[in-house]
């Protein structure tokens, strides 16, 4: 079983930056996809970002032109970069790692909170 170690999370006022990373390790397999999705409390887990075998990525509307999804050479590691950052990112940021032929495994998740 693949496991994806999340850290970057933290506290910060609003307008600052946060840069999350994700980690896979535990075996050999064919890249698919990775994302970045949150859970604020109360509310719906949601999709942030998304980047896929071919390097094309997709962003939430609420975060486009302020994050930015990438990936290592070796595609064992994703990260996140969040800048102007608002109260409302406010949530628990979870990783999730997909690969062929049928692997959907998710990080532990990582807090982030933002000040005003």
């Given at each position: 079983?693949?496991?994806?170690?999340?850290?970057?999370?933290?506290?910060?006022?609003?307008?600052?930056?946060?840069?999350?990373?994700?980690?896979?390790?535990?075996?050999?397999?064919?890249?698919?996809?990775?994302?970045?999705?949150?859970?604020?409390?109360?509310?719906?887990?949601?999709l942030v970002a998304s980047i896929n075998r071919g390097g094309?990525?997709?962003?939430?509307?609420?975060?486009?032109?302020?994050?930015?999804?990438?990936?290592?050479?070796?595609?064992?590691?994703?990260?996140?970069?969040?800048?102007?950052?608002?109260?409302?990112?406010?949530?628990?940021?979870?990783?999730?790692?997909?690969?062929?032929?049928?692997?959907?495994?998710?990080?532990?998740?990582?807090?982030?909170?933002?000040?005003?």
């Amino acid at each position: 079983q693949v496991q994806l170690v999340e850290s970057g999370g933290g506290l910060v006022q609003a307008g600052g930056s946060l840069r999350l990373s994700c980690a896979a390790s535990g075996g050999i397999f064919i890249f698919a996809a990775m994302g970045w999705y949150r859970q604020a409390p109360g509310k719906q887990r949601e999709l942030v970002a998304s980047i896929n075998r071919g390097g094309i990525t997709n962003y939430a509307d609420s975060v486009k032109g302020r994050f930015t999804i990438s990936r290592d050479n070796a595609q064992s590691t994703v990260y996140l970069q969040m800048n102007s950052l608002k109260p409302e990112d406010t949530a628990v940021y979870y990783c999730n790692f997909k690969a062929f032929p049928a692997l959907d495994a998710w990080g532990q998740g990582t807090l982030v909170t933002v000040s005003s």
